[in-house]
């Protein structure tokens, strides 16, 4: 099985894929040094590991993606790094017809990618957003963790918490 390496790069030229039967296959590796995920947070060493399907609509993409955060534990505040994994698919769709050169209709469903009129297949945004998905939104330095629990509850919790107050309270009156 051949594999192509993407190093800090995330265009693969899909034309030859595109001309190709449905079914046809090909395998990338990626790694991005660094991978902006929004305007305050960014992860370093993704690696992605990527099969390309062609299908009848254009190429399903799917794969695994790893990659490194500097975060805050939720639970002690210490900073610490961590590795985290998402698996991810996703469609793209041709914008151009391969063999006429005749443009081809927009998707109508917004989660459907694009491959530009160049037969440019771009993974960047695909990235982006499992990497966004692959960082928890509420991060814990690890099982050795030495914060006190009660220094942090989850929101629903919290909640929880403050209704069996206000119920005690109502408790107290009656
Ligand atoms: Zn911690």
Redesign the pocket.
């Given at each position: 099985m051949r594999v192509r390496h993407l190093e800090n790069d995330t265009i693969i030229n899909v034309a030859q894929l595109l001309k190709a039967p449905v079914g046809t296959e090909r395998y990338f590796t990626v790694h991005l040094d660094q991978l902006i995920l929004d305007s305050d947070l960014a992860v370093r060493d993704v690696d992605a590991a990527v099969r390309l399907l062609r299908t009848s609509n254009g190429i399903l993409a799917t794969g695994d993606l790893r990659v490194t955060a500097h975060l805050t534990?939720?639970?002690?505040?210490?900073e610490?790094d961590g590795r985290f994994e998402e698996t991810f698919e996703a469609e793209f769709w041709p914008t151009i017809d391969v063999l006429t050169g005749l443009p081809l209709p927009p998707p109508e469903d917004e989660d459907i990618f694009t491959i530009d009129k160049n037969h440019h297949l771009d993974l960047h945004e695909l990235l982006r957003q499992f990497a966004v998905l692959a960082v928890p939104i509420y991060p814990?330095?690890?099982p050795?963790?030495?914060?006190p629990e009660s220094l942090w509850q989850p929101p629903e919790e919290a909640v929880d918490a403050r209704l069996a107050v206000l119920q005690a309270l109502l408790d107290e009156r009656a």
């Open positions: 534990c939720v639970r002690c505040l210490t610490f814990v330095c690890g050795q963790c030495p914060g």
